[in-house]
C-alpha cells in the first residue's frame, strides 16, 4: 500500500482509540478538546468502553468524567430502545412474508456485536425487496410511522433516483426508520445486487423474523455506506463500526478470503480497499497481509489516491474546529461531491445540485 | 476570581476574544460573544460567579452568541446560538440576545447533564427542605420562585431541577431568574432589592427580562438540598391563598412527563423520581397576593421538622 501522508495534528479521538494508555499523559485542556470531539463524533460512549476495557476509566479527571457516564447512560438506553423499536417494526411488517433485514447499528444490535458497544442511534435502517416498498410503506403507516416534512422535490427525489424511500418518523415515539430496498441507488457507479444480499441474510434468532447481513456483506454494507455517503458528521464513529466489525469477524475461519470474494462478486471491491486504508490509518486494526496484499488491485491510480487521502484524511477526523487546518472545510464539501458523483450520472447529478443551491433555502425559509 | 472582580472591558476584550469561563452551579461553562448586551448581561447577572482563564481550565459547555453574518448585523441584526460548532436553535432578533444565552445553556444542561434527572420546575429552599415547583408555563411558577428568594428563601433553581441520581439530593443551579410580561414590574413592585435587566420584547415567550440570583444563593450554589415538597402553583385572579393535598402517584406521572431526561434514563429514572416522592409532601397552591403566597410557604417550612442541611 502506497504510505498514506500527514495526519491531520489535535485528532485526539483517533489517537486514544489506537493507543487507550496515551490518556495518562494528558492535560486538562487535552480533556477539554477529548471530550468535544468525541461528542461531536458521537463517540463518547465508545471511548468510554475502550478507558473500561484498558483500565483507564480511573485516569480521567472528575472535570471530565460525568461526560464518558452521561453518554453511556444515553447509550445504554438507546440499546434497549432500538431492540424494542426493531421488534415494533417486525410486528408492524408481520403479514408480509419476507425476512425483515436489519442494517447498520440496528443490526449490530440486534445481531450482539462489539459494534453495538457505546453506540449512539439516529435511526434504523431496514432492508426490504424493491418490489414490496409499497406494502412496507403501508403497513409501517398502519403502525405509526410517516413520511416527514419533505419538500415535494425532495419525495420525488428520493422515489424516483433513491435507493431508500424518504425517512419515516413514528408519531408518538418520534423514532425514525430508513427503509432501503438495496444499498446504493440504481445510478451509482457500482451495482451491488440486492437480491444477492438478501440471499444470504441470517436470521439473529428461532422466529426468524429479524436477519441481519452475512458478515462479509455488514463489513462490505458499511465501508459502502461510508465512502459513498454524502455527508460525514459521523465519520470516525462508521470508521470505528469498521474497525470493530474486523477485528470480531477476524476470528471466524476463512473470513478474510470470502470477503475479499463477496467484494469482487458485488462490485465492491473499491469500497472495501478504502475502508481497509483508513480503518489501518486511524485506528490501527490488525489486517492479515496477505488479504491486505490481495486487495490492492482494487487500490485507485497513485494520483487519485493522494487526492481521496487529502480528503478523507481530513473528513473523517471529527468535525470539530481543534483539529481541522485550512483545507478541512474543502476537504469536506469535496467528500460530499465526491459520493454524489460515484451516485449519479452528471445529467442527473447537476440538475439536483442546482436545485439544491437555489431553491432548498427557499423551502427552508417557507418552512419556518 | 468573580466575574464583577473584572472590569467590564476586560469582560468584553476576553468575551470577544478566547472567551470567559464562569462556574454556574455544577457546570462550567466557556462563553464567547460579541454583542454588548450578552456582556452587559452578564455583568448584571452573574457578578458573583467564579471566572478563570479560559485557556486553562476545562469547560463542560463551549458556547457561543454571536451575528450569523456580517449582513445580519445590520440588516434586521439576528443572533445564533452556537454549542461547539452546532446550531440547536434559528437565528433570533438582536435584542433576544440574552435570553437566548439563557435558553441555550438551559439546553446544553438538559440535553448532556443524564448524572441528574432533570424536572422542568423552580425549586427554592429553606431550612434544609427544598420546595419544588412544578408548573405548565403560564402558572406562575417564575414569578413565584423571584418572590420566594427575594424573601429570604435560596434560590436553587429557576427553571431546572436537577435531582442527582446516586444522592437523591437536589442540586443548586442559581442562574438568574426568567420572568414574563406582568410579573417583570410585578417583582419590580414587590421588593425593592430586585434587580431586573432590561426587557427583551416579542420572544416567543412575550417580554423576557432576567433577575439576578440573591448573593447568598450563590455562594452556596455548591450545597445541596433535600427535597421536601412539591408544590404546583397556579395564579388565579382574585382567589383566596389555599394549598390542597394532591395524589402522590398523580404528582409522580406529572414529574415523569414534565422531566427532561426521564425516558434517557430507562428504569433508573423510575427509581430516582419514585424516592423523590416517597420523600416529598405533595400540594396544589392557589394564590393570587405574592406576599401571602410566601407567607404560606414559610408556615409550611417552619412547620418542617428541621432539616440538617445536607
Not at chain 1, 457505546?118 to 416498498?133: A, H, K, S, T
Not at chain 1, 489486517?287 to 489516491?305: G, L
Not at chain 2, 463551549?62 to 446550531?87: A, K, T
Request: net charge positive; aromatic share 10%.
Amino acid at each position: 500500500m502506497s504510505p498514506i501522508g500527514k495526519t491531520i495534528p489535535g485528532d485526539l479521538v483517533s489517537r486514544v482509540f489506537r493507543n487507550p494508555y496515551a490518556v495518562s499523559s494528558f492535560s486538562l485542556m487535552d480533556w477539554d478538546k477529548l471530550v468535544r470531539q468525541a461528542r461531536r463524533s458521537g463517540l463518547l460512549a465508545r471511548l468510554r468502553t475502550v478507558l473500561v476495557q484498558h483500565r483507564q476509566l480511573d485516569v480521567v479527571p472528575a472535570e471530565a468524567r460525568w461526560h464518558f457516564d452521561a453518554a453511556a447512560t444515553l447509550a445504554d438506553k438507546q440499546q434497549i430502545a432500538v431492540r424494542w423499536e426493531i421488534g415494533k417494526i417486525a410486528e408492524a411488517l408481520s403479514d408480509l412474508t419476507f425476512p425483515l433485514i436489519v442494517l447498520k447499528g440496528g443490526a449490530y444490535v440486534v445481531a450482539g456485536l462489539p459494534s453495538a458497544t457505546g453506540r449512539l442511534f439516529n435511526d434504523i435502517d431496514i432492508l426490504v425487496p424493491r418490489e414490496l416498498l409499497g406494502p412496507v410503506e403501508a403497513a409501517l403507516m398502519l403502525a405509526g410511522w410517516h413520511p416527514g416534512g419533505l419538500s415535494d422535490y425532495d419525495q420525488r427525489y428520493y422515489r424516483r433516483w433513491m435507493h431508500e424511500i424518504p425517512p419515516m418518523q413514528h408519531v408518538k415515539r418520534a423514532t425514525v426508520i430508513d427503509v432501503h430496498h438495496a444499498i446504493l441507488p440504481d445510478t451509482a457507479r457500482y451495482h451491488p445486487d440486492s437480491v444477492k444480499l438478501r440471499s444470504r441474510a441470517v436470521p439473529i434468532d428461532d422466529t426468524k423474523k429479524v436477519h441481519v447481513l452475512a458478515p462479509e456483506d455488514m463489513v462490505l454494507h458499511s465501508a459502502t455506506h461510508l465512502f459513498h455517503d454524502g455527508e460525514l458528521p459521523h465519520g470516525l464513529r462508521d470508521l470505528t463500526d469498521i474497525d470493530l466489525l474486523f477485528r470480531h469477524f477476524a476470528t471466524i475461519p476463512g473470513f478474510w478470503n470470502r470477503l475479499q470474494a463477496r467484494a469482487e462478486e458485488l462490485d465492491l471491491s473499491r469500497p472495501l480497499f478504502h475502508a481497509l486504508r483508513y480503518v489501518q490509518h486511524f485506528l490501527d486494526t490488525p489486517i492479515p497481509e496477505d488479504f491486505a496484499h490481495a486487495m490492492a488491485h482494487a487500490s485507485p491510480n497513485r494520483t487519485t489516491q493522494s487526492l481521496l487521502d487529502a480528503v478523507f484524511l481530513r473528513a473523517l477526523a471529527p468535525d470539530h474546529i481543534s483539529c481541522a487546518d485550512a483545507y478541512t472545510p474543502l476537504a469536506r464539501k469535496a467528500a460530499f461531491i465526491r459520493a454524489h458523483w460515484l451516485r449519479m450520472p452528471p445529467h442527473l447529478l447537476f440538475p439536483h445540485l442546482f436545485h439544491k443551491a437555489f431553491f432548498q433555502a427557499r423551502y427552508d425559509e417557507q418552512t419556518t | 476570581m468573580k466575574l464583577l472582580q473584572l472590569s467590564p472591558s476586560s469582560l468584553r476584550k476576553h468575551l470577544a476574544g478566547q472567551g470567559v469561563w464562569l462556574r454556574t452551579g455544577p457546570f462550567s461553562l466557556r462563553i464567547q460573544s460579541r454583542l454588548p448586551r450578552v456582556a452587559e448581561g452578564l455583568i448584571e447577572l452573574y457578578g458573583q460567579f467564579e471566572v478563570r482563564d479560559s485557556n486553562l481550565a476545562f469547560a463542560d459547555f463551549h458556547v457561543e452568541i454571536n451575528s450569523p453574518s456580517m449582513l445580519r448585523r445590520w440588516f434586521r441584526p439576528q443572533v445564533n446560538f452556537s454549542f461547539d460548532g452546532d446550531l440547536p436553535f434559528k437565528p433570533l432578533p438582536l435584542d433576544q440576545a440574552y435570553p437566548m444565552l439563557e435558553w441555550g445553556l438551559n439546553w446544553s444542561i438538559s440535553m448532556h447533564a443524564h448524572q441528574y434527572l432533570i424536572i422542568h420546575a423552580g425549586v427554592v429552599e429553606k431550612n434544609g427542605l427544598a420546595a419544588i415547583l412544578p408548573a405548565p408555563p403560564g402558572s406562575g411558577k417564575s414569578t413565584l420562585t423571584a418572590g420566594l428568594v427575594l424573601s429570604g428563601w435560596r434560590l436553587l433553581s429557576d427553571e431546572l431541577t436537577l435531582i442527582d441520581r446516586k444522592t437523591g439530593l437536589i442540586q443548586p443551579l442559581p442562574r438568574p431568574v426568567s420572568l414574563k410580561n406582568e410579573s417583570i414590574p410585578l417583582i419590580r413592585d414587590f421588593s425593592p432589592d430586585a434587580f431586573i435587566n432590561r426587557a427583551s420584547h416579542d420572544t416567543a415567550k412575550g417580554t423576557v427580562a432576567h433577575m439576578r440570583p440573591p448573593k447568598e444563593s450563590v455562594r452556596r450554589q455548591h450545597e445541596p438540598a433535600r427535597p421536601g415538597w412539591v408544590i404546583f402553583p397556579k395564579w388565579s385572579a382574585d382567589s383566596s391563598t389555599t394549598l390542597t393535598p394532591r395524589s402522590k402517584a398523580q404528582t409522580f406521572m406529572f414529574l415523569a412527563q414534565n422531566a427532561f431526561n426521564y425516558s434517557q434514563l430507562g428504569a433508573d429514572g423510575f427509581r430516582v423520581g419514585t424516592r423523590l416522592i416517597e420523600q416529598a409532601e405533595c400540594y396544589d397552591f392557589q394564590y393570587s397576593q405574592l406576599d401571602q403566597a410566601v407567607a404560606a410557604f414559610d408556615r409550611l417550612a417552619n412547620a418542617a421538622p428541621a432539616a440538617k442541611a445536607a
